[in-house]
C-alpha cells in the first residue's frame, strides 16, 4: 500500500519559514520525480516545485528564491523548505509521486502565513 504522509505546515508570521516533510513508503522512492502542489480555498490545486530522481529541481516562479525542494533517498522522505514566506503562499500543501504511469498523492498539511 503506497502512503505519502505531509507533516510540517502550520501558522507562520510573513517573513517566517516552515519545512514541510513527505515520508513515503509502499514505493520505490529513489526513481520517482517527487513534487509539492498547493491548493488555496476557491482556487485550482497548482505545482510549486518538483524534483526528478535525478536531483533536477524546478519551481513555480512566485516561489524560485524562497523555496528549496529535496529529498532523502536513504529514509524515503521529500522536503520544501520554505522561507521568506508572504500571506499568498497559505494554502494546503501535497506531496505528489510521479512515474508514468503510476501517480499518487498525499493527504495535505495547511499552511497558513498571516500575522
Known amino acids: 500500500q503506497v502512503q505519502l504522509v505531509e507533516s510540517g505546515g502550520g501558522l507562520v508570521q510573513p517573513g517566517g519559514s516552515l519545512r514541510l516533510s513527505c515520508a513515503a513508503s509502499?514505493?520505490?522512492?529513489?526513481?520517482?520525480?517527487m513534487g509539492w502542489y498547493r491548493q488555496a480555498p476557491g482556487k485550482q490545486r497548482e505545482f510549486v516545485a518538483r524534483i526528478t530522481s535525478g536531483g533536477f529541481t524546478n519551481y513555480v516562479d512566485s516561489v524560485k528564491g524562497r523555496f528549496t525542494i529535496f529529498r532523502d533517498n536513504a529514509k524515503n522522505t521529500l522536503y520544501l523548505q520554505m522561507d521568506s514566506l508572504k500571506p499568498e503562499d497559505t494554502s494546503v500543501y501535497y506531496c505528489?509521486?510521479?512515474?508514468?504511469?503510476?501517480?499518487?498523492w498525499g493527504q495535505g498539511t495547511q499552511v497558513t502565513v498571516s500575522s
Open positions: 509502499g514505493i520505490v522512492f529513489s526513481i520517482f520525480t
Open positions: 505528489n509521486a510521479d512515474h508514468n504511469p503510476l501517480r499518487f
